[in-house]
């Protein structure tokens, strides 16, 4: 690792001026658990270090109806999991947060570094896009707001101005009452998921009303297969629909290939990830099968 | 080269070192402090040898600089032991072939305190999700899975 200066600056402001004179010469650290091994292997050589450590702003979860839910940036992935707010307004986001990588990396990683570092093979963008999450953007010009579909543009690149901190994650107050995000892997020893999976539903018995699926981890950027919504919308689930809507969604995507699997094999495990995602939202017996 | 100061309380006893900004908590524990309980294995985050205490919650020492911890209290593997007695995990780990090489022991231990902070009675399929972030190469982790349970008995005084 290359030598640097250490710096701890006390507002989004401080943070902001920092970058914008200092360049590609420096980065931020949140938890520093992406950045220490990107730093370690020499893909990035800043000769500053910017801790956002003691910067005001970054932390805390509340919540309100109208508003909804707001993360702070700095929140680690065990604080969400633990948080009684969001455990009790959004199970999907507490249970997907508690999941994730292992007991180190949630007490260790923040919200906000994952999102930054727009890595695709993690769960929160997949789960964050499917509750049409809205992030803030700060900087000495002020703040803007971007859904974090727009805000994740690319493999490891994300909408984030040169000079700007995510400061705080929103969540619309919540619409549906079933939630589950699937996370697949391909030898149980894997930290990192293969693909994810995240479906939001309203229903009304074994009718839904309005579905919200969203593919992750196995694509560039986290997916939304409208077409899988519209077919679920209205129907009865069963074991069919749940295969229908499964091949849908594993036509609809444009899966990464690479070392961990080729573009063939991910299609295939999304349309077993995403059926039995579905068959979910019914009464499944012991072995998964939806019952009646 | 660039330096900090920093202050950490380490295993209860209070600590201000001068070290470069770059210095990995791994190696500040290790090669500044001489407590070499904390294992260096991967060091990209996936083995857990180098994991300990952070306030009370585990991480790993080889994922976060030595100027992170300023301010916070670290627990090692040296620090688990009281007035010489083996912690209960401990005991038990030599009591129901928790370990073999033991490399893998000091970060399994921090692992397994984090457990039973959580949860004093936990079940088999909680003690393997908390320790999904350690590698063990040796036991094929049933021993490891088994001295857990009995501490976790243990501790409870049942
Ligand atoms: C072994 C291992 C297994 C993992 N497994 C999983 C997994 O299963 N699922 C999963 O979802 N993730 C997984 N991860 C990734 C993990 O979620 C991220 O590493 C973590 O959340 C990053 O957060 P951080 O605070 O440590 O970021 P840092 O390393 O501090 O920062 C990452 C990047 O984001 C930038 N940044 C940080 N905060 C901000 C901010 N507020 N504003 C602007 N830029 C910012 C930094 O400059 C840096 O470029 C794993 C990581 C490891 C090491
Ligand atoms: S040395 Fe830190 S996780 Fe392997
Ligand atoms: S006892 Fe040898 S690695 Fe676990």
Redesign the interface.
Known sequence: MRDFDYLMPETVGEVSGLLARLGDDCRMIAGGTALLLALRQRMVTPTHLVSLARVRGLRGITYDPRDGLRIGALTTHAAVARSPLVRQRYPVLADMASRLANPQVRNQGTLGGNLCYADPTTDPPTCLAALEAMLVLGSARGYRYLPVTDFLVDYYASALEPDEVLTEIRIPAPRFDFGYHARFHRTAAEHRPLINLALLARRDGDVVGEARLVVGATTVVPTRVAAAEAVLAGRRVTAALAREAADIVAEAIDPVSDIRGGSAFRRDMVRVVARRTIERLVEQDSEGRIVA | ??R?TIEVVVNGQPHRAEI???R?LADFIRDDLFLTGTKRGC????C?AC?VL?DG????S????A??AEGHEITTVEGITSGGELHPLQASFAEHGGFQCGYCTPGMLM?AI?ILNESPSPTEAEVRA?L????CRCTGYVGIVESIMAAAEKMRGT
């Open positions: 080269m660039s900090v470069p900004a770059r990995l060091e990209t985050g996936v857990g994991s952070l919650e585990v991480v790993k080889c994922l976060s600089l100027v992170q692992a984090a908390g999904s972030g350690n590698l």
